[in-house]
């Protein structure tokens, strides 16, 4: 089984750039997808970035396509997401979680998720 743990949420300005952490353990990695979901205050969580286990086939969600990008490296048993020209709306609590094939985008796909990370964008 594999765990997840996300970091380096923040506070930020708007038009910076973070990228989130998304560590995992666990021996089986290599076989797991992962992806981000967000949070916003009062909102449902919504798919951001996903890609397979290899690291290719990105897909991003339409309003982050162009300024995030998700990528991988198995061997250090990491997922991270670059997230260039944040803007207010972006705030949110940020997931990474994890399933076995196939790759999905939908949050009830996934049965393995980290606790978060905040990621707050002022104005």
């Known amino acids: 089984q594999v765990q997840l743990v996300e970091s380096g949420g923040g506070l930020l300005q708007a038009g910076g750039s973070l990228t989130l952490s998304c560590a995992a353990s666990?021996?089986?990695?290599?076989?797991?997808?992962v992806a981000w979901f967000r949070q916003a205050p009062g909102k449902e969580r919504e798919f951001v970035a996903t890609?397979?286990?290899?690291?290719?086939?990105?897909e991003y969600a339409d309003p982050v396509k162009g300024r995030f990008a998700i990528s991988r490296n198995n061997a250090k048993r990491m997922v991270w997401l670059q997230k260039n020209r944040l803007k207010p709306e972006n705030t949110a609590v940020y997931y990474c979680?994890?399933?076995?094939?196939?790759?999905?985008?939908?949050?009830?796909?996934?049965?393995?998720w980290g606790q978060g990370t905040q990621v707050t964008v002022s104005s």
């Open positions: 979680a994890a399933r076995m094939d196939p790759v999905t985008t939908s949050e009830y796909d996934y049965d393995i």
């Open positions: 666990g021996r089986t990695f290599e076989s797991y997808h």
């Open positions: 890609s397979n286990w290899r690291g290719g086939d990105p």
